[in-house]
């Protein structure tokens, strides 16, 4: 097997290796802007890189030791958190170099723990629809999903080992299928959202991209104090296969990725059930269009009132509406969020896991879309927490992940049982 370069290593194996003395920060951080260097001009993932400046603070990590858990990781950062440093312009063109006065909580824990900002990752408009300049790493002519398209093609070009995305509807699962990436949504309420642009209070997450399931314990070890290394399952975990109540909107290759996965979770041992959601369910999708058009409309006021002839015709479009949907509809569709929730929490019990699909299919072709969000909306809206795992290409040739959603609060556990699937996946 052909050895993996530097920058291709995922952040547990370059962890590792500088622990070791294998290697150093700054031979990461040279890796990776050499990556950049060699295809940012074709795959534009990034807003913003201040080359000089990691290069200089990997000599610094290097010269007075490396600091736990992240080690001089560069990471990058969707371009809706605010960093001092470096410009944030929402992907919106009424903040041309715009520079906040302080970091994005999220910014600050990974210098504390370690971590090195290596640039600002791409993202459509507020981190809304209107697709931005990103391409898709795996063919050049497809979207690389959004909103956070930066962060998910960044990692999938072997630019920076994990980044940092956000999630309203779908804005990192999808993209994550879409590059063939590791992507995480975690329970809403997890990561601290402070800093970051607000589009919906009641959706928004911060969500993370990286190159393996193990990956994302080192996050939440910076993030929250939590274990760097993943839990260690004492028996083959028991995972619920959901067709989901869109699951005829899916295309062929996303159903055929998710029962392929099911076959070889069951061949490796896995306890393997099937589970119906309630009818309600479906109108979850519907919900969380309701509850990000009230609250985006509302959270982008300024914009609208002092800067509207800066705005893209597909967002005014597209929130025109939303200062017109009555409280009693906003409040109903909150509502059902929470009782899907509560009832999610039920159906999961005795279940480590539930898989789904992560997307409808492959990345479509073009950039008037940013793809689907289908598959990924009922599950923001109930705020669980979702990984979606690299699994097979469908017949454009394009990655189709497999997601995995768990109930309220077990993310530490979800990741476990990620790390055991992406083993058999790639075994």
């Known amino acids: 097997m052909t050895k993996k370069a530097v920058n291709e290593w995922t952040a547990v194996e370059m962890v590792k290796a500088i622990r070791s003395g294998e290697t150093s920060c700054l031979e990461i951080v040279e890796a990776n802007l050499a990556a950049i260097d060699a295809r940012e001009d074709d795959v534009r993932a990034w807003a913003y890189v201040d080359a000089d400046r990691a290069i200089e603070t990997a000599k610094v990590i290097d010269e007075t030791g490396p600091k736990a858990p992240l080690y001089g990781l560069p990471i990058g950062f969707k371009d809706v958190i605010d960093t001092a440093d470096m410009p944030t312009e929402y992907g919106s063109e009424i903040y041309p170099g715009y520079r906040p006065n302080v970091d994005a909580a999220c910014v600050a824990l990974i210098k504390e723990a370690g971590g090195i900002v290596f640039g600002k990752a791409v993202t459509t408009e507020f981190a809304f629809v209107n697709p931005n300049k990103t391409r898709n790493p795996f063919n050049l002519a497809h979207t690389p999903g959004g909103s956070s398209s930066g962060s998910a093609a960044a990692v999938a070009a072997n630019m920076t080992p994990l980044a940092f995305g956000t999630q309203t509807g779908g804005s990192v699962i999808r993209p994550a299928s879409f590059c063939g990436v590791v992507g995480y949504k975690p329970s809403i309420g997890q990561f601290s959202y402070a800093g970051v ?14 190159r393996g399931a193990g990956d994302l314990a080192l996050l939440r070890a910076a993030l929250l104090g939590a274990p760097a290394d ?117 159906l999961a019990e005795g279940y480590d896991a539930v898989l789904v699909p992560s997307a409808v299919g492959e990345a479509p072709e073009g950039f008037e879309t940013t793809g689907d969000a289908l598959f990924n909306r009922p599950w923001t809206t109930i705020g669980i927490p979702c990984i979606t795992l690299p699994n097979m290409t469908g017949r454009n040739g394009l990655p189709v992940g497999i997601q995995l959603t768990s109930a309220y609060g077990t993310d530490e556990h979800l990741i476990a049982v990620a790390a055991w699937v992406e083993g058999i996946l790639s075994s």
């Not at 642009?197 to 990286?210: C, E, I, N, Q, Y």
Request: charged residues 25%.
């Open 197 to 210: 642009k607000l589009l919906a209070r009641s959706l928004d997450t911060l969500g993370a991209f990286a």
């Open 230 to 346: 993943v839990q260690n399952l004492t028996e083959a975990p028991r995972i619920a296969f959901c067709q989901t109540p869109w699951w005829d909107r899916a295309d062929a290759s996303s159903q055929v990725s998710v029962k392929a996965a099911a076959d070889r979770i069951s061949n490796a041992g896995g306890m393997l059930d099937t589970l119906e959601l309630p009818a309600q369910f479906a109108a979850l999708e519907e919900a969380n269009f309701t509850i990000m058009m009230y609250e985006g409309r509302r959270s982008l006021a300024h914009e609208f009132l002092q800067h509207e002839d800066l705005l893209s015709d597909r967002l005014k479009s597209l929130m025109a509406s939303g200062l017109e949907i009555p409280f009693s509809d906003y409040r109903e569709a909150i509502d059902l969020g929470e009782r899907c929730r509560r009832e999610f929490g039920v």
